[in-house]
């Protein structure tokens, strides 16, 4: 069964630094998102994207942050200058295939981003 | 108010019971509803779908969303030990569009 997958699983990295979190959604789908949960709260919507280009974001996604669809497979979310705050698992998600008739979100695992 | 609101548990339930969740939300334009299934420091996994009012089953799960009370459910029957995860319930006002989550509802099946 297809699936979402994401890379790395836990990132580590110093306050200041710049991160890229890389995820391959399912490969028929149209929608990309990342979202992510901070310990113990509420998954949150970051970013979603479209036929490349941003479709919708929300008041955390500032300018530290970007999005980008590479090539035809691999969706990556980076972060410019980490702080500790941005410690949180981050989701991708896929959604949508052309022939869609209902529009389920689909997450892949995470990444663990740990900011020091 | 919250949009999406979920009482937090922990649900205790013995192996066998029914388990019942349910979110209400704030939000009228809501109208694609899903139930996930997360475990800890995992991603949610996606159990049921539903667009609008209305019931559907799938195996042990049943869910049932009444637009007009602002108010969906999630049933598991005949649960067993490796149901015990948190149950998120999330939803958009249109396709393709963001998903809004409620803050999950902690479950315990106890064989």
């Known amino acids: 069964e297809p699936e979402v997958t994401q890379t790395p699983s836990h990132q580590v990295t110093q306050m200041g630094q710049e991160v890229i979190l890389r995820c391959v959604p399912i490969?028929?789908?149209?929608?990309f998102y990342w979202y992510r949960q901070i310990l113990g709260q509420k998954v949150e919507f970051l970013v979603s994207?479209?036929?490349?280009?941003?479709?919708?974001k929300s008041e955390i996604f500032d300018d530290q942050f970007s999005v980008e669809r590479p090539d035809g497979s691999n969706f990556t979310l980076k972060i410019r200058s980490t702080k500790l705050e941005d410690s949180a698992m981050y989701f991708c998600?896929?959604?949508?295939?052309?022939?869609?008739?209902?529009?389920?979100?689909?997450f892949g695992p995470g990444t663990r981003l740990t900011v020091t | 108010q919250k949009e999406v609101e979920q009482d937090p548990g922990p649900l205790s339930v013995p192996e066998g019971a029914i388990v019942s969740l349910n979110c209400t939300y704030s939000?009228?334009?809501?109208?694609?509803f899903m139930w996930y299934r997360q475990y800890s420091r995992k991603g949610p996994e996606l159990l049921m779908y539903?667009?609008?009012?209305g019931n559907k089953e799938d195996g042990r799960f049943t869910a049932q969303v009444d637009k007009s009370s602002k108010y969906i459910s999630l049933f598991i029957r005949d649960s067993q030990p490796s149901d015990s995860a948190t149950y998120l319930c999330?939803?958009?006002?249109?396709?393709?569009?963001?998903?809004?989550f409620g803050g999950g509802t902690r479950v315990l099946v106890k064989p």
């Open positions: 998600a896929s959604s949508v295939t052309r022939q869609a008739t209902t529009y389920e979100q689909y």
């Open positions: 490969s028929n789908h149209l929608y």
């Open positions: 939000n009228s334009a809501f109208q694609y």
């Open positions: 539903t667009y609008s009012s």
């Open positions: 999330a939803m958009s006002e249109a396709a393709g569009n963001k998903l809004t």
């Open positions: 994207f479209y036929n490349n280009e941003i479709s919708e």
